[in-house]
């Protein structure tokens, strides 16, 4: 977290969650965003949310980064149990769930309280995702993530598998076991495992689309085309637009799902 000044005023609101949410947080008002980037390993997140983290900064915005296991008390558990391979499909989902509750009541609801842009690198949908493709039931994941806040924009980097398995070996000798489903046995061949994998999971993105608001991006582009649609849209939304005007940004926003949270409950 930066030591920089809150983003522009904005008035303070109740905080919206997917489901029960966190009750002794129930009267927590909050004054900044969350702005969430999705995207398959090798997708281009990170890079991206590097330059609009360093962009917001520059407009004079307190920006805090965060994403999937990086709490100090759960992370290196997670990657003790992958790295072993000991662990059912639900408690590594009950990790990750932890991991995330732990974030979210340390770091992002305090940061959003702040006033602070919370830029997240992944979050629930990635995991919901995989518990899907792995044959975990819908209704138990949305039940499991119900203390999740929700999101002000979500984006998803939409890459073809083909292009990310390039992508992947350009960073790395070797496909990761997990994101190349290998646990499932989809095939014998690693490289044919992983295409299958990823198409199965980005249709998991494509089925959520509607529901959690979506915004997807083509991400087979240079890093140049995508971060300027990607910050465009941001800039549009966080410089003095209210969150009633997304729509007319090509947004899906929180205020224009208002049936999410009784649609989740049904599921």
């Given at each position: 977290m930066r030591n920089l000044r809150q983003s522009r005023p904005t008035s303070d609101r109740q905080i919206e969650y997917y489901g029960k949410g966190l009750p002794y947080l129930d009267e927590t008002r909050i004054k900044g965003r969350l702005i969430v980037i999705e995207g398959p390993d090798a997708s281009g997140r990170s890079t991206q949310i590097i330059r609009i983290t360093s962009k917001l900064e520059a407009d004079g915005h307190a920006v805090l980064n965060t994403g999937l296991r990086r709490s100090e008390l759960i992370s290196q558990g997670i990657l003790e149990a992958k790295r072993n391979f000991v662990l059912g499909k639900r408690t590594?989902?009950?990790?990750?769930?932890?991991?995330?509750?732990?974030?979210?009541?340390?770091?992002?609801?305090?940061?959003?309280?702040?006033?602070?842009?919370?830029?997240?690198?992944?979050?629930?949908?990635?995991?919901?995702?995989?518990?899907?493709?792995?044959?975990?039931?819908?209704?138990?994941?949305?039940?499991?993530?119900?203390?999740?806040?929700?999101?002000?924009?979500v984006f998803y980097l939409d890459v073809d598998p083909k292009e990310l398995v390039h992508r992947v070996f350009q960073k790395k000798a070797s496909l990761d076991y997990y994101e190349s489903g290998a646990d499932l046995g989809l095939s014998d061949n690693m490289?044919?495992?992983?295409?299958?994998?990823?198409?199965?999971v980005a249709r998991e993105f494509r089925k959520m689309q509607k529901r959690y608001g979506l915004v997807f991006i083509n991400g087979n582009r240079s890093i140049e085309e995508i971060g300027t649609e990607l910050q465009k849209k941001i800039d549009d939304f966080v410089n003095f637009r209210s969150l009633d005007d997304t729509n007319e940004l090509g947004l899906i926003g929180r205020k224009t799902l208002p049936g999410r949270k009784q649609e989740l409950n049904q599921t």
């Open positions: 590594i989902s009950l990790f990750y769930a932890a991991d995330f509750a732990d974030q979210l009541e340390n770091k992002i609801i305090p940061a959003l309280r702040s006033g602070y842009i919370v830029l997240a690198d992944r979050y629930i949908y990635t995991l919901m995702a995989r518990d899907a493709v792995r044959g975990i039931s819908i209704r138990w994941s949305h039940n499991l993530f119900g203390f999740s806040i929700k999101p002000d924009l490289f044919e495992s992983f295409l299958i994998y990823q198409r199965l």
